[in-house]
């Protein structure tokens, strides 16, 4: 193994004198599923909106490895070096579609629109690309010029994640991809993640109170409480042999079907 | 003059200064909106407060004052500019693009090539090119700070997609100097190439938006295309029916309730000085009223 993709280390953010999570430390390596579980408020949120600059960590190190082989805190770069990797190196598939989309343009342009932002000035080659992530994201190649407002949450989700795709990023960050979703379109977008994230060899950190989800798509996970890291393994380890007194909590609270 | 109480020009010294201010600020960098304290005027938003504001900071007792509203000198808007002006500033005015050293417009840029002394003056509803992609002025900022101009494209995308060609007509977005993403103010796309290069001071006033930005002299204006769709300007069938002029701007005019139009100049003192100069067209309006009735037989 080379090195990590993200290094992070000793990573705190408080709300004034509330802890929103701390003492974190882990790393992700390249084209690994690592998922973040934990009950609601614990931090989970937080802490992937630190690590993906959304948010402003109080203290803590977050380290990238670029492309071009530098590994630099992420506080170092500057604000345009940090924007241009969101939008290239770099996905954020959020709960909910509407956050991660434009409404109001069609599904073309919301697949372009990276493209475009990178430099991408040749229509006819935007509106391939785009056709063909449709396709990737198995949306019918007739609904490109409809908006998302047309579309059902499934495919909204899906668009999503053509959007985020469609510039070859090798991070992807996702806020619970399938919280608002139906069990049998839940299961589709799944298999669609779990196919792109093996083709494309992505790095993914998944945030999930979903322990199915985590177990379908990770292959490590770390489990949160009040803020901190209460175990970490793989996640077959920590799902069929938790250690920790919570995690035993938590797969015990899963239905048995 | 009975009116004493006012300063020259309507604005106070201050004001003006302040206004001037944000305009050197604009000419020092080509495309960028500068903020200034916009002031309420004697007029509704919507008629040109900003330029209004621009054209007070600027004029002088010298200068010769021309007022355009979609090309014509004759509408309510530039007649009522025109008036305050004269009033207000005791200034000499004119409907003369040529004889103008200040030429305030809304939605024009007059046929005659402009020359190096003048100043135009647009009037702007929303400076922000941007404004209806992102609804956020916090993001936009940062956009144009860091040069993020991919959105931009994103409208033009849309346009191709749902009409085939890029359909934006007016308000269509250009690039300053490589580097601004500027609004040139909801002329038709046909005047954008006119400011390319031009040898006459463009400065641009939103009233409601206060928000100032300029184009010096000679700066180099491109308006956004893609690849394989090029800027185009729209293209004329016919010669404007009144002085048969060709390569200019045309409005047209419903001349009947039973379909008859004919296409005429918008910029009306073009349109003038070529028919003093003896051009006819084939729609002047006695010979046009008898062809439309020979039609209707």
Redesign the interface.
């Known amino acids: 193994m080379t090195s990590p993709i993200l290094s992070v280390r000793d990573l705190e953010r408080r709300y004034g004198d509330f802890i929103g999570c701390t003492d974190i430390s882990f790393d992700v390596w390249p084209g690994e599923v690592v998922a973040i579980v934990g009950e609601s408020g614990s931090g989970k949120t937080t802490l992937l909106n630190c690590i993906s600059g959304r948010l402003d960590r109080s203290s803590g190190s977050i380290r990238y490895n670029m492309r071009d082989g530098r590994f630099p805190d992420l506080a170092d770069l500057s604000?345009?070096e940090r924007?241009f990797l969101m939008?290239t190196d770099w996905g954020f598939v959020h709960q909910n579609p509407a956050d991660g989309l434009?409404m109001r343009?069609?599904a073309?342009?919301n697949v372009?629109?990276?493209?475009?932002?990178?430099?991408d000035?040749?229509?006819?080659e935007?509106?391939h690309t785009a056709t063909e992530w449709l396709g990737r994201v198995e949306i019918a190649g007739d609904r490109?010029?409809d908006k998302p407002v047309a579309f059902s949450g499934g495919m909204r989700q899906r668009l999503q994640i053509a959007r985020n795709l469609v510039t070859r990023p090798r991070l992807i960050f996702m806020d619970e991809p399938t919280g608002g979703l139906d069990v049998s379109v839940q299961a589709r977008v799944l298999d669609l993640l779990r196919g792109l994230v093996s083709d494309l060899g992505l790095a993914v950190v998944i945030v999930t109170h979903d322990l199915a989800v985590a177990r379908l798509l990770s292959q490590r996970m770390i489990v949160m409480k009040s803020g901190r890291i209460v175990e970490t393994g793989l996640t077959d380890r920590v799902l069929d042999d938790p250690h920790h007194p919570y995690t035993q909590l938590l797969v015990a609270s899963i239905l048995e079907s | 003059m009975t009116l004493p109480e006012y300063n020259f020009a309507y604005l106070d010294e201050q004001t003006k200064r302040m206004i001037r201010r944000s305009i050197l600020k604009g000419i020092a960098i080509p495309g960028y909106q500068v903020p200034f304290a916009s002031r309420e005027m004697p007029m509704p938003y919507g008629w040109g407060t900003g330029g209004v504001q621009v054209t007070a900071a600027i004029l002088g007792p010298d200068d010769v004052l021309k007022v355009i509203d979609q090309g014509a000198d004759d509408t309510t808007n530039a007649v009522s500019i025109r008036a305050f002006f004269a009033k207000t500033a005791n200034v000499a005015t004119t409907t003369k693009t040529a004889d103008a050293t200040v030429i305030q417009t809304r939605h024009r840029i007059p046929e005659a090539p402009l020359s190096a002394g003048q100043v135009i003056v647009y009037q702007v509803p929303i400076p922000e090119p941007l404004r209806f992609?992102e609804p956020r002025e916090t993001e936009t900022r940062?956009i144009h700070g860091?040069e993020?101009y991919?959105?931009i494209?994103?409208k033009l995308?849309?346009d191709?997609?749902?009409h085939g060609h890029i359909a934006t007509t007016y308000a269509y977005p250009v690039k300053v100097e490589d580097r601004y993403v500027m609004d040139p103010s909801p002329i038709p796309k046909f005047d954008n190439p006119k400011m390319n290069g031009s040898p006459a001071l463009q400065l641009f006033g939103a009233g409601r938006e206060k928000r100032i930005y300029a184009l010096p002299p000679f700066t180099h204006v491109v308006s956004l295309?893609?690849?394989?769709?090029p800027f185009e300007v729209q293209k004329f069938k016919q010669p404007c029916a009144l002085c048969n002029a060709t390569g200019v701007y045309l409005d047209e005019v419903v001349t009947d309730d039973r379909g008859s139009r004919m296409y005429v100049c918008s910029d009306t003192d073009h349109c003038e000085t070529r028919r003093e100069e003896g051009h006819r067209g084939p729609g002047l309006p006695i010979s046009g009223a008898q062809t439309v009735k020979e039609d209707a037989a």
């Open positions: 604000e345009a924007r939008r434009r343009v069609s073309g342009a372009g629109e990276r493209l475009m932002a990178i430099g000035r040749h229509y006819g935007i509106r490109i010029d | 992609l940062v860091l993020e991919g959105l494209h994103v995308y849309e191709i997609a749902q295309d893609f690849e394989d769709h």
